[in-house]
Each structure stands twice: as C-alpha cells, then as structure tokens.
C-alpha cells in the first residue's frame, strides 16, 4: 500500500499561484499513474490532471488547461501541482491519487483508473477575488 501526503495549499488572491506536492512512500513510486482531483464545496469532485510513469505524458481538464501544469519527479517519489492564474472557482480541496497494475483499457487519463487506486487526504486551496 502506497501513502500519499498533499501539501502546498493555502490562501492566494485570484491571479496569483500555488505548487501542490504529494508526497508518495512506496518505492514502486515510478510505477504508478498520478492524478490531482478536486472538489469544491456543494459540487462532486473533479477529474483535473493526470501524468503517465515516466511524466512524459499528460492529461488536463478543460478547466485547467493552460493554467495548472502536472509534473513528477520519481526520484523524490513525489508529484506537484503548478497552479497559476488562479480564480475564485478554484477554491476546493485538492487530492492526489495513484494508481497501479492496469488493466487493459485502463489509462492514466482515464479517472476511472484511479477509483480503486490510493488517496491522500487533500489539502485546501482558497483563492479570493
């Protein structure tokens, strides 16, 4: 069993940026597909991005597209959130997800992928307008 730890929320202004960072403990870091979703208050949660092993691929929701930026480094066995030109419909709690052993027809774009895999426990992004 994978641990994944957010951190990096907070408090921003509408414009401004956050780096989320989800910290994994396995060692089988590399193997996994990621995925950032997020839910805010009163609206189901989100499929917003997604990264394939290796980082060399990358899947945004039209919501973020252009402005949030997904990335990993399997050595550091961790994989960040660039949020930039944030808006107030940001505002939500953000969790990492993980994934592993996919079946056929199963992809890292795919948020049905994550739904059996690991979450940490979010952490919140507020942004004020």
């Known amino acids: 069993q994978v641990q994944l730890v957010e951190s990096g929320g907070g408090l921003v202004q509408a414009g401004g940026s956050l780096r989320l960072s989800c910290a994994a403990s396995g060692r089988t870091f590399s193997r996994y597909v990621m995925a950032w979703f997020r839910q805010a208050p009163g609206k189901e949660r989100e499929f917003i991005t997604a990264?394939?092993?290796?980082?060399?691929?990358?899947y945004y929701a039209d919501s973020v597209k252009g402005r949030f930026t997904i990335s990993r480094d399997n050595a550091k066995n961790t994989v960040y959130l660039q949020m930039n030109s944030l808006k107030p419909e940001d505002t939500a709690v953000y969790y990492c997800?993980?994934?592993?052993?996919?079946?056929?027809?199963?992809?890292?774009?795919?948020?049905?992928?994550?739904?059996?895999?690991?979450w940490g426990q979010g952490t919140q992004v507020t942004v004020s307008s």
């Open positions: 997800a993980a994934a592993a052993g996919l079946s056929t027809g199963s992809y890292y774009y795919s948020q049905s992928t994550y739904e059996n895999g690991y």
């Open positions: 990264i394939s092993w290796s980082g060399g691929s990358t």
